[in-house]
């Protein structure tokens, strides 16, 4: 087949959304399907090395549900878009937040062909859905096949929009995220557990939760410390902080490459996700899963679709740092637990690799294609 994926979101900054279309991408070319990725970036020219990748549009950020969206806001769309549709004639064009202003909704307003739209996002309320729904329910009737990566994202986008959706999750490669990857020599230190964040400096991530549970381990013990990675906004404040607290042992690596990740995880005892909702699903908690990590996350509806707190991890109530501190140094003391847990998050996170995954996007495909052609001979007939 000949498929388009459509992100609203800029290429350029790491997110969910991004990493899913990508990844998404390369299994289909796998199976011999041709790819092409529409998706708005800050910088002009950059293809960001990925095969059949179509810069549409300049993204500005646009902030909601705790985070900073950074979407393309442009009259100069429609133009762009109708003459790449018109030229590629896609067998299946597959959006990512289909409802969201900029390139999905240009898209979705033109392609005439089988259209499918995954939903990713989880709130508490949207009230662009809520004010927007009279008109935006024109362009989700345009939508022969409905995709929620969990069950929360589903319970969320059906109190706008009612439909059939099928669940089909994120997906881990499981081939990059595994336990044998090479060790960060720098990350560890001998007698001492390494504990993890992974997440984008913001909000609802949740680790001042973590940095205040960490302060308080440290005054049991000191045979632990802090890795955190990502970047954003709060860095800056959040490493004042620690050191104004003079909380010992805390690493701030910043952005790292996708080469650099995955050993990361693999050179970490305890993974944590300490977000503080908002969430519909925790990638993070499959890499650190599949790299044999046992996860700390916050009992929060996305995360607890993910993990059993006492199989691959322990699930812990958000914004408490008492609880968090508790959970931590439980894990600490006991490398049985720790090992166990990481075995099973193994087994877990095989599950939801790439190759499983994508079987059930084509099942999608393949009956949003049928459902398009009954239309379109109904119209013709």
Request: net charge positive.
């Amino acid at each position: 087949m000949k498929v388009c994926l459509v992100s609203p979101y800029d290429f350029v900054h790491p997110g969910g959304v991004a990493e899913h279309v990508r990844h998404l991408a390369e299994e289909l070319r796998r199976r011999d399907h041709e790819v092409t990725i529409l998706a708005p970036s800050s910088r002009v020219g950059d293809d960001h090395g990925i095969p059949g990748y179509v810069r549409i549009g300049r993204s500005v950020p646009v902030r909601g549900n705790g985070s900073v969206a950074r979407i393309a806001l442009s009259f100069h769309l429609v133009r762009r878009v109708r003459s790449l549709l018109d030229r590629a004639a896609f067998d299946v064009v597959h959006y990512h937040e289909p409802l969201v202003p900029g390139v999905p909704i240009t898209t979705l307003r033109l392609h005439r062909g089988a259209n499918v739209g995954t939903f990713h996002a989880m709130a508490r309320r949207n009230l662009g859905y809520y004010y927007g729904r009279p008109v935006l329910t024109r362009y989700f009737h345009r939508l022969h096949g409905l995709i929620c990566v969990s069950e929360p994202a589903r319970e969320f986008i059906s109190r706008y929009f009612p439909g059939d959706y099928r669940i089909v999750p994120n997906g881990i490669d499981t081939a990059r995220f595994r336990p044998d990857q090479p060790i960060v020599e720098e990350l560890r230190s001998a007698g001492m557990a390494t504990i993890l964040f992974v997440g984008r400096m913001e909000q609802r991530k949740g680790l001042p939760t973590l940095l205040d549970a960490y302060a308080r381990l440290r005054h049991l013990r000191a045979d632990v410390r802090l890795v955190v990675v990502g970047d954003g906004p709060m860095r800056w404040a959040y490493e004042r902080r620690c050191e104004a607290d003079g909380v010992p042992d805390v690493t701030f690596l910043g952005h790292v490459s996708g080469q650099v990740l995955p050993r990361i995880y693999a050179s970490s005892d305890i993974f944590c996700a300490p977000a503080t909702g908002g969430e519909s699903f925790g990638i993070v908690l499959l890499e650190a899963m599949a790299s044999g990590v046992p996860v700390v996350a916050s009992a929060i509806p996305g995360f607890s679709q993910v993990i059993s707190s006492g199989s691959e991890g322990l699930l812990v109530p958000p914004r408490d740092p008492r609880a968090w501190a508790r959970a931590l140094d439980t894990l600490v003391a006991d490398r049985a637990a720790r090992r166990r847990m990481g075995e099973t998050g193994v087994r877990t996170a095989r599950g939801y690799d790439w190759r499983v995954v994508v079987d059930g996007i084509l099942g999608v495909y393949a009956e949003a294609r049928e459902r398009a052609f009954a239309q379109l001979a109904g119209a013709s007939g």
